[in-house]
């Protein structure tokens, strides 16, 4: 359940590929790549939810990025202690919640761009127009690794991406199946971020899981944000 959450929870800070399709508002994925900015900094309040059954775990932080690669977590509220006598409780905030956290900062520290969704990971197909937006299809060709996902993107024919739908190509554990990813986008400054995430398994022993994580940015590579 700990490798599945800190696994997924990756893919929505990635950038996003190159493909070589064509569509009548010109070449669609130039121009999703040209919107592609680099994020340097930002201020965000986080909110995490963890469900499991009948239980669910709720933790807020104030995530700051300085530099690029220098990420910390502040706690700013935390529900896990008034389950003390619940041991799914305890697992659920200190070795799932605190752990995509710290595997979080440590990923952005060391290879912030591993898992960027580019030619030399994913195969595009043919976009699919759905009335004003654009559905692209997305192909991981490590099929090795668990964190890379077969699935499609949501784009706008400006090259705005709003939304990531897949599923792991490999579970990254024995005891995880049929994990499932849900991330919506939107742009700040010009800089494609995260606003709300979510992913769903089948985890032995657990069964059903969910996490649930909404951002509410403050400001973006110095610059404030009015408004979610």
């Known amino acids: 359940?700990?490798?599945?959450?800190?696994?997924?929870?990756?893919?929505?800070?990635?950038?996003?590929?190159?493909?070589?399709?064509?569509?009548?508002?010109?070449?669609?994925?130039?121009?999703?790549?040209?919107?592609?900015?680099?994020?340097?900094?930002?201020?965000?309040?986080?909110?995490?939810?963890?469900?499991?059954?009948?239980?669910?775990?709720t933790l807020e932080v104030k995530a700051k990025l300085e530099r690029g690669d220098q990420l910390a977590y502040t706690t700013l509220s935390d529900n896990s202690a008034i389950f003390l006598l619940n041991p799914k409780s305890w697992y659920m905030k200190n070795r799932v919640l605190d752990k995509i956290l710290e595997k979080?900062?440590?990923?952005?520290?060391?290879?912030?761009n591993k898992y960027n969704y580019n030619s030399e990971n994913y195969e595009f197909g043919t976009p699919v127009d759905l009335g004003g937006v654009w559905k692209l299809p997305i192909t991981a060709k490590k099929r090795d690794e668990g964190f890379y996902i077969d699935g499609w993107l949501i784009v706008l024919p400006n090259g705005e991406m709003v939304q990531c739908d897949g599923s792991l190509v490999k579970s990254p554990d024995s005891n995880v199946r049929n994990t499932k990813i849900n991330v919506r986008f939107k742009e700040f400054n010009g800089i494609r971020l995260p606003i709300n995430y979510n992913s769903s398994a089948d985890v032995r022993l657990f069964g059903h899981s969910t996490l649930h994580t909404t951002y509410t940015y403050k400001s973006v590579n110095g610059v404030a944000v009015t408004g979610r």
């Open 1 to 57: 359940m700990t490798k599945l959450l800190v696994g997924t929870i990756f893919l929505i800070l990635c950038s996003f590929p190159h493909s070589q399709t064509t569509n009548p508002h010109g070449d669609l994925v130039s121009n999703f790549l040209s919107r592609n900015k680099p994020l340097f900094e930002y201020e965000a309040i986080r909110t995490m939810i963890a469900v499991n059954g009948g239980t669910s775990v």
């Open 104 to 112: 979080e900062k440590l990923t952005m520290l060391t290879s912030p």
